[in-house]
């Protein structure tokens, strides 16, 4: 039982609210509750990358406007190629992930984490802006 | 599986010019070219696979090909569009 719901009958139970009223109040809770449980959580289709000249910085014509939309099954499909990487290839990919600064073993990746790191990103939201430009990347 | 983009929408603007060209490339066709070629191929396929198992990596050559077929299904509603001084590039599957 929600404390809500505990509420609502105590509130009963004192008098407070008559029998109807109570009736009324749970199953507002009720249906509230289960739509916010049937509702499914959207998972992001798209993967956006922007690229734009830095509002801030001094007007340079060679600056490219990019627009990018990646559809988030292609990333997962993508992902999958990992499995093809021979276990020799595996490690230097890891040390090549090393000397750029990512600690990171590709080896780990596997199907269900995947999952979990595209639900996830659903709240990325990524601003970098250097001197000429500003790059925004999202998911929608 | 998703379906294939079966159409590549390519925009190329030139702003000096007020030109805009629109190509429809048909990606079918070269789907159907390609599935002609493989089906030719694929004896020589299962040939270096087995040939590629006692090396290790005859996984990788028996799984390549499906998963390149994955990638290909799902680019189905990628966008590029790049922007620069006097020229628009677009590039759509569709």
């Known amino acids: 039982m929600s404390d809500n719901q505990k509420r609502i009958l105590d509130m009963l139970a004192e008098g407070k609210i008559s029998a109807e009223e109570a009736q009324k109040l749970l199953a507002a809770i009720g249906s509230g509750g289960d739509e916010a449980k049937s509702a499914p959580p959207r998972s992001p289709k798209y993967l956006r990358v922007v690229i734009q000249p830095n509002p801030d910085a001094p007007e340079n014509e060679d600056v490219k406007r990019v627009n990018v939309r990646v559809p988030v099954a292609l990333i997962r499909a993508g992902i999958k190629f990992t499995s093809l990487i021979p276990a020799e290839a595996s490690e230097q990919v890891n040390e090549a992930l090393k000397e750029k600064g990512i600690d990171f073993d590709v080896r780990n990746l596997k199907p269900e984490d995947l999952e979990e790191l595209i639900a996830a990103l659903h709240d990325l939201e990524v601003d970098v802006q250097n001197g000429q430009e500003k790059v925004h990347v999202y998911v929608e | ?94």
Do not use: Y
């Not at chain 2, 590549?8 to 030139?14: E, T, V």
């Not at chain 2, 040939?51 to 499906?66: N, R």
């Open chain 2, 1 to 94: 599986m998703n379906c294939p983009p079966l159409i590549l929408r390519l925009d190329i603007a030139k702003t000096e010019h007020h030109r805009h060209t629109v190509f429809w490339l048909p990606l079918f066709l070269a789907w159907i070219i390609l599935a002609a070629i493989f089906i030719a191929l694929s004896p020589l396929i299962i040939l270096a696979t087995l040939v590629a198992v006692p090396f290790g990596w005859g996984k990788t050559v028996l799984l390549f090909i499906p998963l390149v077929c994955n990638v290909i299904c799902n680019l189905h509603g990628m966008e590029i569009n790049v922007e620069q001084k006097d020229r628009v590039i677009f590039i759509s599957f569709k």
